[in-house]
C-alpha cells in the first residue's frame, strides 16, 4: 500500500502534541506500506527527520495545480489528511485525481469545540464546564463536519469528542475511530520529592490556549502560590514563546521562562507539580499524558482533563475555579503521601487507557477493511456524496479563484 500524509505542518513531536500525535501515526502506517509526506508549510528547524524513519519527503504548494501531477503520479491508495484545513485545501484535489484512494481524516481535535470554548471564555470570563450552554451553530462547526462527512474514516483523540459528534451532531459512528495518543511510559522517578522543589507550566505558546493559561497562571494562581510555598519558582517552557511571555521572566517574582526544551528528562526532575489551567481547548492534553509519563503530580481543568477517564480518585488534580486550584496545587505540593500514591495511581491510568498495544491491532484492521469494502460503503453514503459534491464545488472554484488572482498578480 503506498500511503501519502498531507501535513497542516511538519511534525515537531518535541513542540506539540500533535507532533507526538503524527509520529505515532506515522509508525502505524508504516505497517501497512510506503508513507510519504506531503507539507506546503515551511521548515522550522524544530521538525523531526522524516526520512530517518524511511517516510519520502516533499514540499508542496497552496492553489498551484501543479501539485495535481505529484499526486496522480504518486497515486496513493491511502490519502490521511492532517486536519480539515487540510482536507479542504487538498480534498478536492485527490477526488479528481486519486479517486480511489481512501481519505482519512486526522483531526487531532475538534477545532469548532475549541473555537467555541474560547469564544465562550473571552464573553463570560468563565470555563465552559457543560457543552449544552455552547452555541455550535457557527461556520467552523459547519466546515469540520462536511470535511468528516467527506472522509471516508475520521480519527479521533478524545472519547469526549466521540460521543459529542455522535450525540449532538448526529454523525454516524461508522465514519469515526476512536484512536488516541499514545503513552511513552518514562522510568521511575530519579528524584524523591524532597529533592524537587518547584511548579512548572509546560506548552507550545504559539497555541492560544495554552497562552490564555499562562495569563492564569500570572495573574490569579502564582500569586497566592508563592505565598505558601517560598522557596518554588514557576518553570514556564514551551517552543515559540513570544516576547511578551518571555518578559514574563523575574527573579523577583520567581518565574523562570526558559522556552523550548530539549531535555525533559532534566526538566522534569526538578519539578514537584505541573500547573495546567486551561480555561477552552479540545483533544487530548499532550501536557497531561506527559506529566503522568514523568511521574509529576497536576492541577489542571474539567477542559483540561477532558477525554481523558479520571474518575473519583483524581479529583484533587482538577478544579475550574482558581481558589480551589490555588487550594490543591498547595496540597499536592506539600503532601507527600498524596505525591507517592499519585505514583502508583499515574502508571497504572496509562497502562490501562492509553498504551498503544491496546489500539494498534484495530485500527490496522479497520484500515485493511476499509481497503476491501471502500467502494461499496461510499455508495451507501447518499448524504457524505452530497456534502461532497457542493463542498468540492465551494472549494475548488474559491482555489482556483485566488490561482488566478496570483497569476494576474505576477503578470
Not at 197 to 219: Q, S, Y
Not at 236 to 246: K, V, W
Amino acid at each position: 500500500m503506498k500511503i501519502l500524509i498531507i501535513g497542516k505542518v511538519w511534525p515537531e513531536p518535541d513542540s506539540s502534541a500533535a507532533g507526538r500525535r503524527m509520529k505515532q501515526l506515522i509508525a502505524l502506517l508504516q505497517y501497512r506500506g510506503e508513507v510519504h509526506f506531503a507539507c506546503a508549510n515551511a521548515l522550522t528547524g524544530n521538525e523531526i527527520d522524516l526520512g530517518s524513519m524511511g517516510v519520502v519527503v516533499q514540499q508542496i504548494t497552496l492553489n498551484d495545480d501543479a501539485v495535481n501531477v505529484y499526486f496522480r503520479e504518486l497515486n496513493p491508495d491511502l490519502v490521511v489528511f492532517d486536519r480539515f484545513l487540510t482536507e479542504e485545501q487538498y480534498g478536492w484535489r485527490i477526488i479528481e485525481q486519486c479517486p480511489d484512494a481512501i481519505r482519512v481524516l486526522n483531526t487531532e481535535d475538534l477545532h469548532f469545540l475549541r473555537k467555541t470554548r474560547q469564544k465562550f471564555v473571552k464573553t463570560t470570563n468563565s470555563i465552559a464546564t457543560d457543552t449544552t450552554v455552547l452555541d455550535f451553530q457557527n461556520e467552523e462547526t459547519m466546515r469540520e463536519l462536511a470535511s468528516i462527512y467527506r472522509s471516508d474514516l475520521t480519527l479521533m483523540i478524545s472519547p469526549f469528542e466521540m460521543e459529542l459528534l455522535q450525540q449532538e451532531m448526529q454523525v454516524p459512528g461508522e465514519l469515526l475511530m476512536y484512536l488516541p495518543l499514545f503513552t511513552e511510559y518514562k522510568t521511575e522517578n530519579t528524584t524523591s520529592f524532597q529533592e524537587r522543589k518547584d511548579f512548572l507550566f509546560i506548552g507550545n505558546t504559539l497555541h492560544e490556549p495554552n497562552a490564555d493559561a499562562i495569563r492564569m497562571l500570572v495573574e490569579h494562581i502564582w500569586p497566592e502560590l508563592r505565598k505558601e510555598c517560598p522557596a518554588a519558582e514557576l518553570i514556564i517552557a514551551g517552543a515559540y514563546p513570544s516576547q511578551h511571555i518571555l518578559q514574563l521572566d523575574s527573579e523577583k517574582n520567581r518565574i523562570k521562562v526558559v522556552g523550548h526544551v530539549k531535555d525533559l528528562d532534566e526538566l522534569y526532575k526538578t519539578v514537584r507539580v505541573s500547573l495546567i489551567p486551561l480555561r477552552y481547548g479540545a483533544g487530548i492534553k499532550g501536557k497531561i499524558v506527559e506529566t503522568l509519563e514523568y511521574g509529576v503530580p497536576f492541577v489542571s481543568t474539567s477542559v483540561g482533563t477532558e477525554g481523558m477517564f479520571f474518575g473519583a480518585d483524581w479529583e484533587e488534580c482538577i478544579a475550574d475555579d482558581w481558589t480551589s486550584f490555588v487550594q490543591k496545587a498547595i496540597s499536592q505540593y506539600c503532601d507527600m503521601t498524596k505525591w507517592e500514591n499519585y505514583q502508583k495511581m499515574r502508571k497504572q491510568h496509562l497502562q490501562t487507557h492509553f498504551a498503544r498495544s491496546l489500539f494498534e491491532q484495530n485500527f490496522l484492521d479497520q484500515l485493511d477493511n476499509l481497503t476491501k469494502t471502500i467502494h461499496a460503503k461510499r455508495k451507501k453514503r447518499y448524504f457524505s456524496s452530497l456534502v461532497q459534491h457542493h463542498s468540492l464545488m465551494s472549494t475548488r472554484y474559491l482555489s482556483k479563484w485566488i490561482m488566478e488572482k496570483n497569476n494576474k498578480n505576477v503578470e
